[in-house]
């Protein structure tokens, strides 16, 4: 999990989190079993106090410019400063199924058929 460490780290070097959560999502996508190309970040701080959306991602894009330009295909960013965590419940959404390439592998289809993610 060398990608993730990575993210864990750079991000909590770059930002007063109150929670930061890293989840590997790459097992749900069509790429060899321990991938680590496909993120969710739950990041609550107070830093964000005050920042459009936008302003939160564009942060977030810059403290993880190399990861993002090696081998992270997607980034799922739930960004809250500390009072809209708790009005949001303190629950991220969650990730929604692949839909990418597996439905053109028939053995990924079915996988993905059976429950087993894509």
């Known amino acids: 999990m060398k990608i993730q460490n990575a993210i864990e780290t750079k991000l909590n070097e770059a930002f007063d989190a109150r929670l930061l959560q890293v989840d590997n999502e790459s097992h749900k996508h069509s790429v060899p079993p321990n991938s680590e190309t496909h ?23 810059k403290v993880l410019s190399e990861e993002l330009a090696g081998g992270v295909h997607a980034l799922a960013l739930h960004l809250y400063s500390p009072e809209e965590w708790a009005a949001s419940g303190q629950v991220a959404p969650e990730s929604p199924n692949c839909l990418g390439g597996s439905k053109k592998d028939p053995a990924m289809a079915a996988r993905t058929a059976r429950g087993e993610g894509s």
């Not at 993120?39 to 894009?61: C, N």
């Open 39 to 61: 993120f969710k970040v739950t990041l609550v701080s107070p830093d964000f106090e005050g920042q459009m959306r936008v302003k939160r991602h564009q942060a977030i894009y």
